[in-house]
Structures are given as C-alpha cells and as structure tokens.
C-alpha cells in the first residue's frame, strides 16, 4: 500500500504563485512516476505534469513553461512538488497526485487550488 498525502493549495491572485506537495510513503518501493492531475467542474481529470523516479519528467502544454515538477526521494518517504508560476483563472481546479505501483493506482485526496482574476 502506498499512501499520498497532499497539501499547498489555496487562493491566489492571477499571476500569482503557489507550491504543492505530495508525500508518498508505504510501501514507495513498489512505485516508479508520480504525476499532478488536475479537474475543473465540468471538465475531465487531466495530466499536469509527471516525474520518474529517475528525475524525467513531462508536462500538459498549458503549463509548460510556467509550472515545474520535483522531487525527493528519501529512505522512507518521496515527495514530489509542484511549483506553479504565473497562475491564470484557467488553472482553477483540484489538484491531485497519482502514482501506481504493482498495477494499483494510488490518488490523494486533491488540494482545491483556486486562482482569482
């Protein structure tokens, strides 16, 4: 089992800043990607951006340039954060993390970022 535990959302102005965090810990032995996904009422979940073990990561368009995925990989927890830049109204939404490991997939319980214009 794999617990993901998030936090940093909030209300920002546009243009504004905001960090997340995501703690992985359990059995973080088994897990490999970490990703943010994001949905917005009436939208579908989507992909932000996403982090290897190995440090590759990958990011939605609308983001790139503006939000940066890392992480810390220690002994008994991993923490993946999500610095997002230049906020806009459009990046409303529940954030959450995702990871999977020995075909479960495990999700957060979403941190509601909101971004006023």
């Known amino acids: 089992q794999v617990q993901l535990v998030e936090s940093g959302g909030g209300l920002v102005q546009a243009g504004g800043s905001l960090r997340l965090s995501c703690a992985a810990s359990g059995s973080i032995f088994s897990i490999n990607a970490i990703g943010w996904y994001r949905q917005a009422p009436g939208n579908e979940r989507e992909l932000v951006a996403r982090i290897t073990r190995g440090g590759n990561t990958n990011y939605a368009d609308s983001v790139k340039g503006r939000f940066t995925i890392s992480r810390d990989n220690a002994k008994t927890q991993i923490t993946v954060y999500l610095q997002m830049n230049n906020l806009k109204p459009e990046d409303t939404a529940v954030y959450s993390c995702?990871?999977?490991?020995?075909?479960?997939?495990?999700w957060g319980q979403g941190t509601q970022v909101t971004v006023s214009s």
């Open positions: 995702h990871t999977y490991g020995f075909g479960v997939d495990y």
